[in-house]
Each structure stands twice: as C-alpha cells, then as structure tokens.
C-alpha cells in the first residue's frame, strides 16, 4: 500500500523569500507524483505532477517539484513567494498500478505569506 | 461553466436525517470519486467508481453509499447522518491514465 507523508504542517514564510514544502512517500512499485494548491474556499487544482522522465518539474505558478527515488522524496519548491501563494498544498501519490490507479493524499501544508 | 460540479455546496441538517450529495461532470472521464476532507486528515477516499457498473470501496467507506447513475453523475448518500460526517465533501473525475484527478468545488456539510 501507498502512503505520503508530509512533516510540515503549517509553514510560514516572508514575501519574496524561497520556499520549500517537503514530501515523502512509501509504495513497493513505481508511483507518480502530483502536488495539489487549495486557495481559501475552493476545490484543489493540480501544481504539477510527475509521471516519467525528467524528474525535475516545473508546474504553474513557478513552482517545481524534484522527484528523488532513492530518498523517495517529491519536495515542492519556489524560489520567490508572493501573498497570493497563501494555500494548502497537497502531496499525492498514485502506485503504477495501470487500470486501477488511486491517488492518496498526505495531510496537507498550510503556506502563510507573510508580507 | 465549470466541468465539476456539486450540489448543495453548503448543507446544515440534523442527526439521524438522509442526505445526498450529488456530482456531475463535462470532462467525459470514465472515472469518478468521492472525498472527504478533514482539518489536519487530508482528503480520504470514501468511494470511486470507475465506469458506470463499477462501484468499489475506499479507505472510509461506512455510513455512507453511492450511485453512479450514468457517466457524467455521481451521487454520495448519507442514510443516517452522524455529527461525526460533518466535514468538507469533494468529488473528483479522471480518465484512464495519468491518475490526475479533476476536482469539484465541495461541499460544505454540517450535521448536528
């Protein structure tokens, strides 16, 4: 079974300063890897996500995310936040299991922008 | 107009009452799920189906059952409401492959 394990609750971080939200998982298969952003009062929406290839990815908003197999890890980063980046961000994994992929999510980080 | 779509998106009702909670979609995906969210819990899946006859089970599946009554809907029922299934209800779509899924803008329930 899979499972995503974000640390950091809540992360607070000054305008215009780096960022970066960490994520682990654990699956016995390959996975992909998605980020999701939930502003205040809305549905998620995909950041990015990695399926194969480079595993470095670039989503929107300026972020990207770096996939690291051997320290499972899919930390979300951006070098430069701005007030408008205030959000719960989601870590998901989907196990390559074709036909009957599930996503399972981590428990969220809350990003405070702190002008 | 939005792909996803849920109706109420705010709900208040009382113990023990049935309730239902609907999703419909335009994206044309086969597949189809249903969360919910809690403060410090994430999003935990209480069913997905993925086709029309294809009903399946999640990780928090008791209280609640579902119906897939064609591609494009899909409605979660609470039979008894308990004040523990007060919470932040998603529905999701997605196609065959990629596992990226496409979320409504939830609903809001509240059981007293």
């Known amino acids: 079974a899979q499972s995503v394990t974000q640390l950091d609750s809540q992360v607070p971080v000054f305008e215009e300063a780096p960022v970066e939200l960490r994520c682990n998982y654990s699956s016995s298969v390959s996975v992909y890897l998605f980020w999701y952003v939930q502003y205040p009062n809305q549905g998620l929406q995909l950041l990015l996500k990695y399926l194969s290839g480079s595993t470095l990815v670039k989503g929107i908003n300026g972020f990207e995310a770096e996939f690291n197999k051997s320290q499972t890890s899919f930390h979300l980063r951006k070098p430069s936040v701005h007030i408008s980046d205030t959000a719960e961000y989601f870590c998901a994994v989907s196990d390559f299991d074709f036909g009957n992929e599930k996503l399972t999510f981590g428990t969220g980080t809350r990003l405070t922008i702190i002008p | 107009d939005a792909d996803v779509t849920q109706t109420p998106r705010n709900r208040i009702t009382k113990t023990g009452k049935r309730i239902m909670l609907e999703c419909s979609q335009t994206k044309g995906h086969d597949r189809m799920y249903w969360y919910r969210q809690d403060p410090g819990l994430g999003l935990r899946l209480i069913y997905y189906s993925f086709d029309v006859k294809d009903i399946n089970k999640g990780e928090i599946s008791d209280g609640y059952s579902v119906s897939r009554q064609a591609q494009a809907k899909f409605s979660l029922s609470l039979e008894s409401a308990i004040p523990n299934q007060t919470a932040l209800y998603f529905c999701?779509?997605?196609?065959?492959?990629?596992?990226?899924?496409?979320f409504g803008p939830g609903t809001r329930l509240t059981v007293l």
């Open positions: 999701a779509t997605s196609d065959r492959y990629g596992g990226e899924q496409f």
